[in-house]
């Protein structure tokens, strides 16, 4: 079946520590590739994308994703954490390879918490 | 502020009544998704707009939910007869057309069903 899985439900990362959230995929065709953040009180907001070309992709606020085919996996990683990191993190994908309209699919979300 | 507004940010009701949600997308986005978030869980989508036109719809969507675009502008949802499973953070977004995945999410509004 298809589905997008985050395995890690919450993770707690010391500030200035670095952090790792996994996002892996079950789709016939890679699928495109998102991350969103939901942080208290304020809507989803995209932080990154891939579609295709470097498997790095850089986004906002200092977070990358790797995308690597052979595991199906597009982790989301940060160098050095911030107290305002300290969010609800979806992977977030758009099946691609039919025609018409493409729903955003999301995974259940990990929640990050950071302490000091 | 010319991001995704959502009214009212919080409803609650009693099981049976009906409710109703507004959203305003970004001005120039010509798509719009309503989305439901129970805890625990990421966004499911429910429905689509191109337009005022309502292409998709999640099986998600019962006969007791319903959802308008009439100019093209905004948008509204329309739960009849709560139930207290539809307690739920309801969230709208827009896009551009071809902005695959690209969604512009609202803060969402969140129903309480007694």
């Known amino acids: 079946a298809q589905s997008v899985t985050q395995p890690d439900i919450h993770i707690t990362v010391s500030e200035g520590a670095s952090l790792e959230l996994r996002c892996n995929y079950s789709?016939?065709?890679?699928?495109?590739l998102f991350w969103y953040v939901q942080s208290p009180g304020q809507g989803l907001q995209l932080l990154l994308k891939?579609?295709?070309?470097?498997?790095l992709v850089q986004g906002i606020k200092g977070f990358e994703a790797e995308f690597k085919r052979s595991q199906s996996s597009f982790n989301l990683r940060k160098p050095s954490v911030h107290w305002s990191d300290a969010a609800e993190y979806f992977c977030?994908?758009?099946?691609?390879?039919?025609?018409?309209?493409?729903?955003?699919?999301f995974g259940t979300g990990t929640r990050l918490l950071v302490s000091p | 502020d010319t991001g995704v507004s959502q009214n009212p940010r919080h409803k609650i009701t009693k099981r049976g009544q009906n409710v109703t949600f507004r959203c305003d997308p970004i001005?120039?986005?010509?798509?719009l998704y309503w989305y439901r978030q129970t805890l625990g869980q990421g966004p499911e989508f429910l429905t689509y707009f191109q337009n005022e036109a309502q292409l998709e719809k999640s099986r998600l969507l019962s006969d007791r939910f319903s959802a308008e675009r009439p100019k093209g502008s905004f948008s509204t949802l329309e739960i009849q007869r709560t139930e207290q499973g539809d307690s739920a953070m309801y969230l709208c977004?827009?896009?551009?057309?071809?902005?695959?995945?690209?969604?512009?999410f609202g803060e969402g509004s969140r129903l309480t069903v007694l």
């Open positions: 977004a827009s896009s551009l057309g071809l902005s695959t995945g690209e969604l512009f």
């Open positions: 891939y579609f295709s070309g470097d498997t």
């Open positions: 789709y016939g065709a890679t699928p495109y």
């Open positions: 001005s120039e986005h010509n798509r």
């Open positions: 977030a994908v758009v099946p691609r390879g039919n025609t018409g309209f493409q729903k955003l699919v």
